[in-house]
C-alpha cells in the first residue's frame, strides 16, 4: 500500500510539465503582523511628536542653527578630530610596541595600555587641567634638580581647559585604538609577512602597504565605532566648563528652561553627525575590500534598481511596455552599472 | 610555452651558468628541543636543478627558509656564491647584517610558497612590481613593463585582477612571476602545486619546467615524484632532519640504495 502510493507521487513529480512550473512562496503571516503592529506604534509617536506641544519645535528651530550651539558643534566636531587622528596615530605606535619582539616596548605598551584603560577620562581631564598644582612649571632643565630651567612656562598658561581635554582625550584613546589596531594586525595571516620578507620588502613598506590595508579590513568597524562614541564622548568637557556642543544647549536651558527642545537640538545634531560617518564607512570599508571579497551593490545602485524593476514590473502588466518606458530603464541601468564598479 | 628572457645568458649556445651556487655546510637547527635540521650539507651548483623529497614534518621547509635567512640557525653555515646571506664573516667570527644589506641580499634568492601567499589587497601586476619598486631597482613605468612581461611569460594576461579573481594555478603563477621580478639568481620552491586542485598542477609545472631550462638555480621541494624524475639533475631525500640520500633521478627515485628512500618512494608512487 505504502510502497503504491510512494510510486504514484514519485510519477507525480516527475511527470513532465506542459508548462513552466510556477513557484508559490511561502507567506509569513507572523511577520505580517508584528510588523503591522510595529508601523502602528512609530504612526503613534510621530504623531506624538507633531501633537504634543511640550516637544517646543518652536524654540528647537529657534536654537538649531543658533551662534551658541554651531560654536559648540565646531568644538565637538574639532575635539573629536583631533583626538580621533592624535589617538589613533599613537594607537598605531602603541600596537607595533606591542607586537614587537622587544621585551622592553612591550612592556612600555602594556602598562600604557592598563593606565589609560584604568582611570576614568573625567578623572584624567581634571588631572590634566590642574597639573599646575602638581607641577607649577613645565619646561626643560636639568634632570631631578628644581632650580635650574633653560626655558619654562607656568603650567596653567599651557594647559587650557581645551588642552586639557584634547591632550586627555587623545591619550585615552590612544589606549583604545592600540588594542583595535593590534587585533587587526595579529588577524593578517602570518604567510603575508612571511612572503613580503621573502620578497625583501623594508619593514615600512611591509607594514604600510601589505598589512595594514588588510588589517584596515577589520579595524574599521571598530575604529568607526570610535568615532562615532568619541563624538558624544567629548562631553566631558563640561567638567572644565568647555562649550562643546552638549554642554552649549545645557547653558542655555539653564537660562530659559526649554531642556526638551534644547536636548532635542543636541539629539538631532549628533544624529546628523552619526548619519554621515555612517554614510562614510560604508564607502572607506568598501574601499578596504577591494580584491578579497565580491562587493554587493551599493544601497543606491539598489534603490535605482529595484525603482527601475518596479517599473519594468508595471509596463509588463499594462501588458504594453511602452518604448519610451524601456529605453529609459536601460539607461538608469548602465548608469548604475558604472557607478557599481 | 617558451620562455626568452633577455636577462639571462642563452643556454643553448653559451657556457653553463656562473652565478647562483648555494653551499650549505654541516647545518644544523633547533626549534627549542627538537632538532630539525641536523648536519645537513649540500652544495648546489649554479644553474642546477634539485629537488627535495621526503616525509611531512621532515624539515623540508624549513631548510629553504635558512636559505634565504628567513630562518636563523644554530650552528653551520649557508652562502649564495660564497657570500652570508645574514652574516658578513670577518677572520673567524660571523658579524649579523644591519637588515637593509640583509634585505638587499635576501632578493637574490626568490621563494614561492605552498600556499601562493599573494597579497590580496594588490592586483597580480602591483603584486609583481611591488619588491623593484620599493627596493629602488626600476622606475614604476619600468616596473610595470617587466611585470608585464613576466606575467606574458607565465602565461596570464589579465594583469589588474585581484589574486581572489584568479584560480590557484594562475595564483601560482603569479606567485612566481613575483619572485622572478627581482632577477633572483636561486629560485626556491616550497611545494608549488600541493594546494592545488590536480587539473591546475600541470599549468604550474609547465612553468617551472620552462625555468628549469634557463639557467636558474633551481630548489624543489616536491611531492610531484614524476616531475621531480623530468626536470631534476639531482635529488635530495630527508627524513628528520637529515640527508638520507642524494643522487641523480634515476638512481633516488628509481632505484634507492637507502631502504628507507625505497620505502618513502613506495609510499609516494
Ligand atoms: N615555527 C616553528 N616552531 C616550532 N617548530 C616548528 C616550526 N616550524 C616547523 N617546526 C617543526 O619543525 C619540523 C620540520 O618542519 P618543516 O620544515 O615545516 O617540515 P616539512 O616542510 O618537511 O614538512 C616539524 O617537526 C615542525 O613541527
Ligand atoms: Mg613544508
Known sequence: MTQVTIERSAEIETEEPTEPLKVVRVRHWGRWAVSAVIILLIAQFLWSLVANEKYGWGTFGEYFFSDAVLDGLLMTLWLTVI????????????????LSSSTLLNAVAWWYIWFFR?????????????????????????????????????TTSLLTAFAAVAIGLTLHQAAYSAEIIRGGIVSVDAGQTHAAAALGLPRRVRFFRIILPQAARSILPAGFNEIVGQVKGTSVAFIVALPELFYSVQVIYGRNQQIIPLLLVAVVWYAIITTVLSVVQYYVERRFSRGTVDLPPTPIYRAKKQITDLWHRLGEEDGKASPAVTSQTDTVTSYTDKESV | MTIIDSNRPDPVDDAAPTVGKVEISHLTK????????????????????????????????????????????????????????????????????????????????????QNFNLFPNLTARENITI???????????????????????????????????????????????????????????????????????????????????????????????????????????????RIIEIGPPEQVLRNPINPRTRDFIGRVL
Open chain 1, 118 to 154: 584604568s582611570v576614568p577620562i573625567l578623572v584624567q581631564v581634571l588631572v590634566w587641567y590642574n597639573l599646575g598644582y602638581l607641577y607649577p612649571r613645565l619646561g626643560l632643565g636639568t634632570p631631578f634638580t628644581d632650580d635650574f630651567w633653560i626655558f619654562s612656562f607656568p
Open chain 1, 83 to 98: 583626538s580621533i587622528v592624535g589617538g589613533f596615530i599613537i594607537g598605531t605606535v602603541l600596537a607595533v610596541f606591542r
Open chain 2, 131 to 241: 619588491a623593484p619598486v620599493s627596493l629602488k631597482r626600476l622606475s614604476q613605468v619600468e616596473a610595470d613593463q617587466r611585470a608585464m612581461a613576466l606575467l606574458q611569460r607565465v602565461g596570464l594576461h589579465d594583469s589588474e585582477k585581484y589574486p581572489a579573481q584568479l584560480s590557484g594555478g594562475q595564483q601560482q603563477r603569479v606567485a612566481i612571476a613575483r619572485a622572478l621580478a627581482l632577477d633572483p639568481k636561486v629560485l626556491l620552491f616550497d611545494e608549488p602545486t600541493s594546494a592545488l586542485d590536480p587539473e591546475l598542477v600541470a599549468e604550474v609545472l609547465d612553468v617551472i619546467r620552462d625555468l628549469a631550462t634557463v639557467g636558474t638555480t633551481l630548489i624543489i621541494v616536491t611531492h610531484e615524484i614524476g616531475f621531480a624524475r623530468e626536470v631534476s639533475d639531482r635529488v635530495v631525500f630527508v627524513e628528520d632532519g
Open chain 2, 30 to 113: 633547533y626549534y627549542g628541543a627538537n632538532r630539525v635540521l641536523d648536519d645537513v650539507s649540500l652544495t648546489v651548483e649554479p644553474g642546477e636543478v634539485v629537488s627535495i623529497v621526503g616525509p611531512s614534518g621532515s624539515g623540508k621547509s624549513t631548510l629553504l627558509r635558512t636559505i634565504n635567512h628567513l630562518e636563523t640557525f644554530d650552528a653551520g653555515s649557508v652562502t649564495v656564491d660564497g657570500r652570508y646571506i645574514g652574516y658578513e664573516r670577518r677572520g673567524d667570527t660571523l658579524h649579523e647584517l644591519r637588515e637593509a644589506e640583509v634585505l638587499k641580499r635576501r632578493a637574490q634568492v626568490g621563494l614561492v610558497f
